[in-house]
Each structure stands twice: as C-alpha cells, then as structure tokens.
C-alpha cells in the first residue's frame, strides 16, 4: 500500500491519480500496523498503476503551524452539534489555505491555483514524534480539495445520492432529503440483485468526452456492505429523485424542476463565485441530457423490478 523508501501513498478516485507523499515517516510504518479507519474505507483506492499523478501533494511535519497573518477568512464549518469549528478556508495573495483545528488532526494547506499541487503541514503525533498519518487528510480535506479541483475543469461534481452500477451496467442515482430512503434502497439493491451499489451517499458525476458518468468514492454514508465494488464507474442512465409514498410510481419531469429537486444535493464550493459557476452550469448540462424522474416507493425489493422496467 504504502512505498517505504519515499512514505508514499497513491489513490485513485474517479479516474484521479492523487500522490501523497514525504520526507518523514508515516505512522503505519511507526506503529507497523495501518490505520483501521483508512484500511476500511481507503484501501480500496489505492493505485499501483504507473501513470502520472494528477494531483501531488506533499506533507510537511512541523512542531508549529506556519502563522496565517493576513489571510482573510472566506468558508468556515461547525459541527452541528458541539458548535465547534471543524475547518476553514481562508484566502491569502490570491491563493486558498485550508486550516483544521480538529484535536490531533490539526493542518495548514496551501492550494495552488489549480487544485493539482498542494503543501500540508502537520504537527507531530503525540508520544510517536515526527510522524504522519494518511487518513488525517483523506476525510475532509481530500474531498474539499476533489470539489474544487473538478469544479476548476468543469469536469464533475459531488451528489448527495446513492450510486448503482446494474447488472446491465447501466448507472442510476438516486437522490432526496435526509430520510427519504436512500441508504435503505442500496442496501436492498446490495441484498436483492446482481447490481453493484457504487456509494449510498457521495456520487461523483464526471463528464467525460460528452458522456457522463458515475463514479464510487470512499466518502459513504451508514450502509458499508459495499466496499468491495465502490471503486467502479458506470455510465449513467437516468437520474431518479425519490420520496416515501404507499406504493412505487414514477413520473418524468421537467429539466427545470429537476434542476430545483437537484441543486440541494449538490456539493457546492462556498467561497469562489467562478468554481460555483461552473459547479451549477454543469449541473444544468446534466439534467438537461438526462432523463430525470421523480421516484415514489416503499421499502420492499419491488422497487428494483419496478425501476428496471421504466
């Protein structure tokens, strides 16, 4: 997984090679065990292939944080809970700097214009030293930096959806509100079908030489019996938008209103007016190309023949 001589780790998530590398070690190699959490979700993505890398990133362990005196404050998050800041952007000499003061996972990153380029400082591992480890950045800030990096190319964006590749190959999402039933709908596609469920909450949508496509990622929701194939792609077919009804019905709708139903499941940028432009035009190119239906069901496997035959 990991190359010991240069304490590197490729990934490969939606057709991108991402390099992260350093000059220190890592802490599977400290501790001689990898991190549970990444070997979980992680480890699926890793690339051996030898290609160039899309995006480098390098890590830098430092006793103390570089200072960011006249960085202005762009983006921050807070837990919803505790209230506390989870992280930031900030902006600096026309470069973005993204800033996490999460307990033990405290880090500055210096972006490049480009999104491909990126420099993490991190401070030492309590009692292990000079030390870092790979799943401290693969959460947020390697899915803050994959929305920008595509938003950049106008080349994809993150769905807060489920993803499944069917038996025929052939891609579907399915998007709604918190609680319409997504999780549960791949978990039964998983349990009830030869389908492949490519993620229950992050769907990356590429458009590759005019064709979109659906891609799995590591950033799933509650339902993790899938880890096996959420590393594939399929081209995509239709877009469903679903609610909770008495029974399964379905009806086609309008570019416009698909957009309305899709724009809340989007993972915007926040804080660059041009990356969000392009976020939402390429979100109008996809409903406009896209059959796009509204989805009633009810929790039982029917819904599967039931999509099928639409």
Not at 24 to 31: D, G, I, S, T, V
Not at 126 to 137: F, S, T
Not at 212 to 239: H, M, T, V
Request: aromatic share 14%; with cysteine; glycine share 6%.
């Amino acid at each position: 997984m990991f190359d010991k001589k240069s304490n590197k780790v490729r990934l490969k998530i939606a057709g991108v090679t991402v390099e992260i590398k350093s000059a220190f070690y890592h802490e599977a190699f400290h501790k001689g065990e990898e991190n549970p959490w990444f070997k979980q979700f992680f480890s699926n993505f890793v690339s051996r292939e030898n290609v160039k890398s899309d995006i480098k990133i390098d890590v830098e362990v430092e006793n103390f944080l570089p200072k960011l005196s006249g960085a202005i404050d762009v983006f921050k998050v807070i837990h919803p809970q505790d209230r506390t800041e989870n992280w930031q952007v900030l902006k600096k000499n026309g470069f973005y700097i993204y800033k996490t003061v999460a307990k033990d996972k405290e880090q500055v990153t210096y972006f490049n214009k480009a999104f491909d380029r990126a420099r993490v400082y991190v401070l030492p591992k309590k009692d292990k030293g000079l030390v870092w480890n790979v799943a401290d950045l693969t959460y947020d800030f390697l899915q803050v930096l994959f929305i920008n990096y595509f938003a950049q190319r106008k080349s994809g964006i993150f769905l807060h959806g489920a993803g499944i590749r069917d038996s025929n190959g052939k891609g579907l999402v399915f998007m709604g509100r918190s609680g319409a039933g997504k999780t549960t709908l791949a978990r039964t596609w998983h349990e009830h079908s030869r389908a492949e469920v490519l993620n229950d909450d992050h769907v990356i949508v590429r458009k590759v030489k005019g064709r979109f496509f659906i891609y799995g990622s590591p950033w799933c929701g509650e339902f993790r019996g899938f880890q096996n194939s959420y590393i594939g792609r399929a081209e995509l077919d239709k877009l469903f938008f679903i609610y909770q009804y008495t029974n399964n019905t379905v009806k086609a709708i309008s570019s416009a209103e698909a957009f309305k139903l899709l724009y809340p499941n989007i993972f915007p940028n926040f804080w660059d007016r041009k990356l969000t432009e392009n976020i939402i035009f390429l979100g109008l190119d996809l409903v406009k190309n896209m059959p796009c239906l509204s989805l009633g069901l009810i929790k039982s496997k029917s819904i599967i023949p039931f999509v099928r035959s639409i």
